[in-house]
Antibody, heavy 121, light 107 residues
Framework: ELQLLESGGGMVQPGGSLRLSCTAS????????MTWVRQAPGRGLEWVTD????????YYADSVKGRFTVSRDNSKKTLYLQMNSLRDEDTAVYYC??????????????WGPGTLVSVSS | DIQMTQSPSSLSASVGDRVTITCRAS??????LAWYQQRPGKAPKLLLY???RLEGGVPSRFSGRGSGSDYFLTISSLQPEDFATYYC?????????FGGGTKVEIK
């Protein structure tokens, strides 16, 4: 059974840092690009970043470029999101999502349940 | 960036109704469109991709059509479990972008 489980969310002050993890099971993790999508409270979905299956290439939304870093450890089947210099507007549920291919711009055929990041003083 | 505009933003309907949601892209996206369903407090779930291709396990009452910049999601006979928010997403160009969502509520 395919599973994605995010962890690492919580409350942090503006300017602080958090590291999210997403642990995968049930599929060949290294064969698929992975993505982080976020959803601010009561709002829609926003693509944040993605990483190719090999981890060689990464892409970021302008809103997080220079502050967030995506990485993956294929041996541990785990995706990471290092978030630095957090702002109030980063408050959201963060979902990891499995892409349908190892690279390229596509859609997501499975999502984790999400982890809440709350940035507040 | 390609802007995705969904309409309506919300609608009220009854069980058994036929419902259609519109998604308009700011430019042509050559059927590079996916639809997701999100129930309250849950993760999005893929319904359709390629504008009209049904994801495995999704009921056939869901269908999609469209071309160019205009796309439509139709639920032929609304069921109680279909009351949710629906999002379109284009994957024609980076950055990937989503519509603002359409909340389907019980009348």
């Amino acid at each position: 059974e395919l599973q994605l489980l995010e962890s690492g969310g919580g409350m942090v002050q503006p300017g602080g840092s958090l590291r999210l993890s997403c642990t995968a099971s049930g599929f060949n993790f290294r064969n698929y690009a992975m993505t982080w999508v976020r959803q601010a409270p009561g709002r829609g979905l926003e693509w944040v970043t993605d990483i190719t299956g090999s981890g060689s290439y990464t892409y970021y939304a302008d809103s997080v470029k220079g502050r967030f870093t995506v990485s993956r450890d294929n041996s541990k089947k785990t995706l990471y999101l290092q978030m630095n210099s957090l702002r109030d507007e980063d408050t959201a549920v963060y979902y990891c999502a499995k892409n349908i291919l190892s690279s390229g711009d596509f859609y997501f055929d499975f999502w984790g349940p999400g982890t809440l990041v709350s940035v507040s003083s | 960036d390609i802007q995705m505009t969904q309409s309506p933003s919300s609608l009220s309907a009854s069980v058994g109704d036929r419902v259609t949601i519109t998604c308009r892209a700011s430019q042509g996206i050559s059927n590079s469109l996916a639809w997701y369903q999100q129930r309250p407090g849950k993760a999005p779930k893929l319904l359709l991709y390629g504008a009209s291709r049904l994801e495995g396990g999704v009921p056939s009452r869901f269908s999609g059509r469209g071309s160019g910049s205009d796309y439509f999601l139709t639920i032929s006979s609304l069921q109680p479990e279909d009351f949710a928010t629906y999002y379109c997403q284009q994957y024609y160009n980076a950055p990937l972008t989503f519509g603002g969502g359409t909340k389907v509520e019980i009348k």
